[in-house]
């Protein structure tokens, strides 16, 4: 599959760019980008929705820096997968079984595929709940439900169907990517620049937050800390809860940034595209565009939003619970009862079974605990929506924040079923590009279910593919980090003198990094009582010594060429 052995169009860009003064250039490179955007489009999902969220609730403008920073290392290395795919011209699959581990590679392909298809699963809900409740409030039957999961699925195939029909079905296919990685970005910059307009942005407070401040990892917000402390001899307990709940989100925020099957994802593309050697800078250029700048301005200003709406505020939730049920009752009712556990001990199992008694010890609690499980109940982009309604109108509102979650939505949906025929056909030995990706791509479809069977489904399926898929992600960097390493791989490519020290002193340390975060995410972790994620850690240090051994026997003697 080299792509440089024959001229193609793209070498003829090429030329016309290289000759031209730099603004033609970047012009011509936007023109021919591509694969970075279908990462853009898959980056911003349900996922980064749900973590930009939590972390404007929960931390106000303190972790503005941690999604940044996350796409800045993930980026590390995937320009690093995109050097290694262009540079060989060869798929990454069969180069890592070759050159580094079948145990690495297989993993790689399988722990791919089953995130592929869990993570369908939310986004046919994301976009289903955008048509019918911010979009079409008319859908908001059980028929109306079914046909707006139908019309996702058919939408997806449609686009699908193009990114199989050839070159000009791949410009045709990216086209619309970048049309609705364009419609999420705009959508959630519009809702900031309304609320700039109106002066309730802090904007010194913001740029402070992109600041990093690893501590903030570890403890609650210091804006909570006069909150926490009014809870008297509870503060402690309430102070490793939140803790704790912020390392699973501040995880979800940090890992959907670049996800195993975005690994995937890229070099398959670039390929399939017909892009070769000289094509590595652009590569880096494509994932600036595509990838960095959408997935920071969009989940900055989901994270300015909630945060100026949601941080240190328990009216919105106190109010849900005096008047009916919902998800941000639910987590609130969590919270309480937590509390009340820790009070009562055994005591409470016999209060839970009475629905009025459990309701009077909830309302007994002291109003301090309320407020604060109020204030760190989740909310969704629903009830961001609707804080809006204000600053631009309620039905501004409400289509405003539905059209940029149905565009994260069923941009998703689109690339994880694209990622899942790639690895289908690396998993039967077909041709990434004939009849058998589109039947790989079909896969995913089980997630038209979601809407219907997501909320039973979650516990059981998040959890294993969050924990193997965490897992995972450092096995892909430390592979593609030994093969930028291996002159077995890359032969003459292979960086050397300064340029391999630069390439090691930015991947070592975004490895590291995803390593920890993995162990961290996994550790305590059961499902049913049973230990997943210390499960979950030994596979990953298994992997890792496997491959590591592997890969050194296989490149004995060459490695320090």
């Known amino acids: 599959m080299a792509a440089d052995t024959n001229r193609t169009e793209w070498d003829d860009l090429i030329d016309e760019a290289n000759a031209s003064p730099l603004p033609r250039k970047l012009w011509i490179w936007t ?63 069969a180069l890592i079984r070759t050159h580094v581990s079948p145990a690495l590679a297989w993993a790689w392909l399988f722990a791919t595929m089953m995130a592929n298809i869990v993570w369908c699963l939310p986004q046919f809900a994301l ?26 699925l058919a939408a997806a195939l449609f686009v699908v169907w193009f990114y199989n029909s050839g070159r000009r079905g791949i410009r045709i296919f990216e ?35 992109l600041r990093p401040n690893p501590n903030a990892l570890f403890e609650p917000a210091k804006s909570l800390t006069t909150d926490i402390g009014a ?22 925020a940090f890992a959907t940034a670049v996800g195993i099957n975005m690994t995937f994802l890229l070099p398959y593309s670039m390929l399939r595209k017909g892009w070769g050697k000289r094509h590595r800078g652009i590569g880096i250029f494509d994932l600036s565009i595509g990838l960095i700048v959408p997935f920071v301005l969009a989940t900055s200003c989901v994270v300015i939003a909630a945060s100026s709406q949601f941080h240190g505020q328990p009216d919105d939730v106190l109010e849900m619970v005096a008047s009916g049920s919902g998800k941000e009752v639910n987590e609130y009712h969590g919270h309480v009862d937590a509390r009340l556990r820790q009070q009562l001990g055994d005591r409470f199992a016999s209060i839970a079974d009475d629905p009025d008694e459990l309701a009077a010890a909830r309302d007994a609690l002291p109003l301090a605990d309320r407020r604060l499980a109020a204030m760190i109940a989740g909310r969704d982009n629903l009830a961001l929506a609707k804080t809006l309604e204000p600053l ?87 592979t593609f980090l030994l093969l930028m390493n291996s002159p077995r791989a890359l032969g003459t490519s292979m960086p050397r003198g300064r340029t391999r020290v630069l390439w090691n002193a930015l991947m070592i340390p975004a490895t590291s990094i995803a390593a ?45 060429a």
């Open 31 to 93: 023109r021919m980008s591509g694969p970075g955007w279908l990462q853009g489009a898959i980056t911003l999902g349900g996922g980064s929705l749900a973590g930009s969220l939590y972390l404007g609730v929960i931390m106000g403008y303190g972790l503005m820096w941690l999604q940044p920073l996350a796409m800045l290392l993930g980026v590390i290395m995937l320009a690093a997968i995109s050097y290694v795919a262009l540079s060989t011209g060869e798929r990454p699959f």
């Open 127 to 152: 976009g289903t709940a955008s048509l019918t409740q911010n979009l079409i409030p008319s859908l908001d039957s059980p028929v109306g439900r079914v046909g707006s999961a139908v019309f996702l």
């Open 175 to 209: 086209y619309v990517l970048k049309a609705l990685v364009g419609l999420v970005v705009l959508s959630f910059f519009g809702v900031v620049a309304a609320m700039t307009q109106k002066g309730l942005l802090p904007w010194g407070e913001i740029f402070a937050g």
């Open 231 to 252: 809870t008297g001899s509870y503060a402690d307990w309430w102070s490793d809860r939140i803790a704790g709940m912020q390392k699973d989100n501040i995880i979800t």
């Open 392 to 478: 631009v109108g309620k039905a501004v509102s409400q289509k405003l924040f539905g059209l940029g979650v149905l565009g994260m939505a069923i941009s998703t949906i689109i690339i994880l079923m694209v990622i899942n025929g790639f690895a289908f056909c690396e998993m039967i030995g077909a041709d990434p590009g004939g009849p058998m990706h589109r039947i790989g791509a079909l896969i995913p479809a089980i997630g038209v279910l979601g809407p219907f069977y997501w909320a039973k489904a979650a516990p059981a399926l998040a959890t294993p593919t969050s924990v193997i898929g965490g897992a995972m992600l450092p096995i892909a960097y430390v």
């Open 516 to 560: 920890f975060g993995s162990i961290w995410a996994m550790w305590g972790k059961q499902l049913y009582g049973f230990p997943l994620g210390t499960v979950g850690i030994g596979a990953l240090v298994t992997l890792l010594v496997i491959g590591v051994l592997s890969f050194l026997i296989k490149n004995r003697g060459q490695v320090s």
